[in-house]
């Protein structure tokens, strides 16, 4: 067997990259086509399964010959770029992104392998699809021998149209095979598992196994692969989303793992599984990519089910899609780990999956056993679940509440939605305030009344004239004891940490003197947003900061608005404990992946269609209500924190008018008891 041949051929089939949106940790979420991860194994020889149960007997060792039964052959099947999604509803076009097959013009072609060597005889037949499902039908056929394979070739230059037809591109191919025993007449599907599949039973059946074993032990294999036991192969639904997902998780971990730029280097994965049936040979690349799949899953995954909902039928099974991905990926870690079966004796055991990828803005990465199925986590801090009854409109809320070992914290597990006040939902739309629950103005939040608003200034000069005195360039104060008091709190510290002490103290030298000319231009632009009709300010000497450090603004009885320490508390572990600069992660939902505090925390995002079929996030929010107390000088004053970053500190009480923009409007409220 020629090998270096046949990764040669790989390689060079590996060239180009389909519809690869889906990236390792994106933002922008092109996310209808994205989830077609097997659409991205563009132009690759891989290995996967067939949709045929074969029975037949026979292999290398037996030559069947030339038989009447060979004579006239039709071999028909489905060619598949990738999962085959049940459609759901062809009255949208917009949402039906799930091609079931190869498109109009791709070619199939069959060749004849000698029933010894299996190498090509040089008998070829081809089909052309002439349908948009990628049914293909290859009749007439009279062969030598019993074994085929079969590579089904995506048109060169096509497209997927707007409208849902097909157009001219760049020279992009997409290519899978398939291995088949013509005696066995059922139907062949060719895409990314049975390429796998393929090459595997080739080497299966080269050291004496007949074609049926080899095919049911590559099969088992597969589903081994994924941590998958049990399971008949030819029992998935072909048009099932655990199919669908297990075939995407593959991809993206393969495409992860090398990225765009470096196609060619996924042949060892492939070559792994074609050597040995597992991925193991590559285990370490293997759980690499597993990790930068998983991440960016979470970031998905906490993006509430109601949102995917919205958008339609296919998007919500794309969302029960993704659930699955966490379970085939947890499994292929499994595998990589050595950690065995997920059974009854091993529920509630945790294997730490870090090592060696640990990051400083990650928690520790695992994966637990729980109900038969591995499933990937995060360490946990100490908490436990309960829940709360707002007396004002019976409205009933999870709770949490986490041990830091030295304190604990009781939260409410979701945004508060409280509606006896002047509230807004995400968006203008009544049904996000059910998903993420309502928005708030800071004010109404404090609890205060609108008499606290500043009286807008005559003209301009007078609103500089007003402002200048307030602008101080006097230094600030070194506060050693809040940096000592910073530093002391440390595990550990580094000379960074320490730095970050310094600064927050304010022990990092400035030249006030250069600040004047600043000064000058921001209060000509303060100036110009006071006097737009649009803006609205807060007068600060009406607003008392020490009594609403412990305010309970809006929340119900026995509960208040949370301040800087509420939030510094987590922060401060997660800072502490992980060495994170991007503390919001940690406090982020995924259904089936355990967040470390159980804070149930959600982003917030609105998304839509856009021209060319992706899913896109048109807004992503995540600010909250935070207070402090006005004689912490360097804290923010009254503000907001934005969960998906550090907290956000940029809104001070540095001059008496305090501005209502965009920052301060619309703020979710999660309260926390007294």
């Known amino acids: 067997m020629n090998y270096s041949k046949m990764c040669e051929q790989f390689v060079c089939k590996m060239a180009a990259l389909r519809f690869f949106l889906f990236a390792c940790l994106a933002i922008a979420l092109n996310f209808a086509i994205a989830t077609l991860f097997a659409v991205l194994f563009v132009g690759c020889s891989m290995g996967g399964s067939t949709e045929e149960t074969s029975q037949s007997i026979g292999g290398p060792s037996e030559n069947p010959g030339v038989q ?60 052309t699809i002439d349908n948009d499902g990628g049914m293909f039908d290859i009749q007439g056929v009279t062969l030598k021998s019993p074994y085929v394979w079969i590579t089904a070739v995506e048109r060169n230059g096509l497209t997927m149209n707007v409208d849902g037809s097909w157009g001219e591109r760049h020279d992009d191919v997409l290519s899978v095979n398939a291995i088949v025993d013509v005696r066995d007449s059922s139907p062949v599907t ?94 370490e690349e293997v759980k690499r990519g597993v990790r930068t799949v998983f991440n960016d899953l979470r970031f998905k995954l906490s993006i509430p089910q109601g949102v995917y909902e919205k958008m339609g039928p296919q998007v919500a099974r794309e969302y029960q899609a993704m659930l699955l991905y966490e379970k085939y990926l947890a499994g292929m870690m499994s595998v990589m780990l050595d950690a ?64 830091f070992g030295d304190k604990t914290q009781t939260w409410m597990a979701e945004n508060l939605n409280y509606k006896g006040v002047t509230t807004n939902c995400l968006g203008g739309h009544e049904q996000n305030c059910d998903i993420y629950g309502s928005q708030y103005d800071w004010h109404v939040a404090m609890g205060l009344s609108d008499s606290i608003f500043l009286v807008e200034f005559a003209s301009m000069q007078e609103c500089i004239d007003s402002l200048s005195p307030r602008y101080s360039t006097t230094p600030m104060p070194y506060d050693s004891v809040y940096i000592e008091k910073c530093i002391a709190g440390l595990q550990e510290p580094d000379s960074t940490d320490i730095e970050k002490c310094k600064y927050y103290g304010g022990g990092i030298p400035v030249n006030y003197d250069s600040l004047r000319a600043v000064y000058d231009i921001e209060i000509q632009e303060r100036c110009e947003e006071y006097m737009s009709a649009s803006a609205s300010f807060i007068d600060a ?105 550090v907290i956000n500190t940029s809104y001070r009480f540095n001059y008496d008018a305090v501005g209502i923009d965009a920052f301060f409007r619309n703020l979710f409220v999660r309260c926390i008891k007294d």
């Open 541 to 645: 000497g009406k607003v008392n900061m020490d009594s609403l450090a412990i305010t309970q603004g809006v929340c119900p009885d026995g509960w208040r608005i949370p301040n800087f320490d509420d939030w510094e508390a987590i922060f401060g572990y997660i800072d502490r404990k992980w060495r994170s600069n991007v503390e919001g992660r940690f406090l982020l939902a995924a259904p089936s992946i355990e967040d470390p505090f159980g804070f149930n925390l959600y982003n917030t995002v609105e998304m839509e269609w856009d021209g060319d079929r992706s899913l896109l996030i048109k807004r992503m929010l995540g600010d909250y209500i935070m207070i402090s107390k006005s004689d912490d000088r360097y804290r923010p004053r009254a503000g907001f924190v934005n969960m998906t970053e």
């Open 190 to 283: 060719v895409d990314v598992f049975s390429d796998l599949v393929a090459y595997r039973v080739r080497v299966l059946m080269l050291v004496g196994n007949d074609f049926a074993d080899a095919m049911a032990q590559a099969k088992r294999e597969i589903l081994e692969a994924f941590g998958t036991y049990g399971v008949a192969f030819d029992s998935l639904d072909r048009t099932g989303l655990d199919y669908y997902a297990m075939q995407s998780v593959f991809v993206r971990v393969v495409f992860c793992l090398y990225g765009s730029g470096n196609l060619m280097a996924s042949a060892p994965i492939s070559k792994s599984f074609e050597q040995t049936g597992s991925f193991l040979r590559e285990k």
């Open 68 to 127: 009447a039964s060979l004579e006239n052959i039709s071999v028909k099947g489905l060619a598949m770029v990738g999962a085959r999604p049940e459609p759901l509803d062809s009255a949208k076009p917009e949402m039906g992104v799930s091609v079931s097959g190869m498109p109009k013009g791709s070619v199939v072609t069959l060749y004849e392998l000698d029933a010894d060597s299996l190498e090509r005889t040089g008998v070829s037949f081809a089909d």
């Open 340 to 403: 065995g079966r997920c059974t009854a004796e091993q529920e509630g055991t945790s294997v730490d999956a870090s090592e060696g990828y640990r990051s400083s803005s990650e928690a520790t990465f695992r994966i637990v056993c729980r109900s038969g199925n591995w499933h990937l986590a995060y360490e946990q801090v100490p908490h436990t679940f309960g829940t709360m009854t707002d007396a004002r409109d019976g409205h009933v809320y999870k709770t949490v509440t986490i041990d």
